[in-house]
């Protein structure tokens, strides 16, 4: 069972003379507040699963490993996994940043501009 996480003070409290003190922010609104961020949290990943999608392995590979590892690789090791020069790498990289920008519609590139990207 997932255990209610809310902030401290918007739950109630037993005051010492042992009467609830209910907070002017109910636990109601404690609860539909972590719903909401729950819901806004999952929202978010679907975002991000959408454009990481429309990349190819190797530039899903280099997002994942650069920026959504619990502890992010560096350049070199990357590089190094890819069987590429250092300087390819960053190339790659920044054409994979570029392709899951405009697929998350965050950024529009004209033909020209991605053509001088890479």
Same mark, same amino acid.
Do not use: C, W
């Given at each position: 069972?997932?255990?209610?996480a809310a902030?401290?003070?918007?739950?109630p409290r037993? @005051?010492?003379? *042992?009467?609830?003190?209910?907070?002017?922010?109910?636990l109601?609104? %404690?609860?539909?507040?972590?719903?909401?961020?729950?819901?806004?949290?999952?929202?978010?990943?679907?975002?991000?699963?959408r454009? !990481?999608?429309?990349?190819?392995?190797?530039?899903?590979?280099?997002i994942?490993?650069?920026?959504?590892?619990?502890?992010?690789?560096f350049a070199?090791q990357? %590089?190094?996994? !890819?069987?590429? %020069?250092? /300087? @390819? *790498?960053? /190339?790659?990289?920044?054409l +994979?940043?570029?392709?899951? %920008?405009?697929?998350? /519609?965050? +950024?529009v *590139? /004209?033909?020209?501009?991605?053509?001088?990207?890479?």
């Amino acid at each position: 069972m997932k255990k209610l996480a809310a902030e401290e003070e918007y739950l109630p409290r037993i @005051t010492s003379k *042992f009467m609830l003190d209910i907070p002017s922010y109910s636990l109601e609104m %404690a609860v539909i507040k972590k719903v909401d961020s729950e819901n806004e949290y999952a929202n978010l990943v679907d975002y991000l699963n959408r454009g !990481l999608k429309k990349l190819n392995v190797t530039e899903r590979q280099i997002i994942v490993m650069s920026y959504l590892e619990d502890e992010p690789y560096f350049a070199y090791q990357i %590089a190094n996994e !890819l069987n590429v %020069a250092e /300087r @390819t *790498f960053h /190339r790659m990289k920044n054409l +994979a940043l570029v392709k899951l %920008a405009v697929a998350l /519609r965050i +950024a529009v *590139f /004209r033909e020209e501009e991605l053509d001088e990207i890479s």
